[in-house]
């Protein structure tokens, strides 16, 4: 829980900085912590297809529920044999609802032992702390390349 003194831009900075640490370090269940009851994801451009041919967990676009965005991490994270994020840029909209999201991710795809670099940008809207909404923009590439046969 966050302390009642330390300021809204403060928590929300360190809610997407406690997100990444979790997806780096597979810590599932505090994955929920910095999210609000009904957050929203969206993966552009990901369609469905593409997510649920990799998890058990049916991805509707966009993703609605702490539970079910959890639970699709963990039940997807068995597709890379690592993977890390780096927030490179933390830009808060004026009005503090809102902050703009510039990050990468290096990991290992399974199935191919491939490498995998993502860059990405995010919007992430917050009450209260948490995370309500992250819109999720990347390049569509990068997951085909890693994930298909063929040389590395």
């Known amino acids: 829980m966050y302390s009642e003194g330390v300021p809204q831009m403060d928590r929300r900075e360190k809610a997407i900085r406690e997100w990444f640490a979790a997806l780096t370090e597979r810590r599932y269940d505090d994955l929920g912590e910095q999210l609000t009851d009904d957050a929203v994801m969206e993966l552009v451009p990901f369609h469905e297809d593409e997510i649920n041919a990799h998890t058990t967990i049916r991805y ?10 959890v639970e699709l991490y963990r039940q997807s994270a068995h597709i890379f044999d690592e ?10 909209v004026e009005g503090g609802l809102s902050a703009i999201v510039e990050y990468t991710s290096k990991g290992v ?44």
Do not use: C, Q
């Open 60 to 69: 509707e676009d966009p993703l609605r529920g702490r539970h079910t965005i």
């Open 109 to 152: 795809a399974t199935p191919t032992k491939k490498e995998f670099n993502g860059r990405y940008i995010a919007v992430f809207s917050f009450e209260d702390g948490r995370i309500a909404l992250w819109r999720e923009y990347h390049d569509p590439t990068r997951f085909p390349e890693a994930f298909n046969a063929g040389p590395a």
């Open 83 to 92: 993977l890390a994020f780096t927030m490179r840029e933390f830009h808060m």
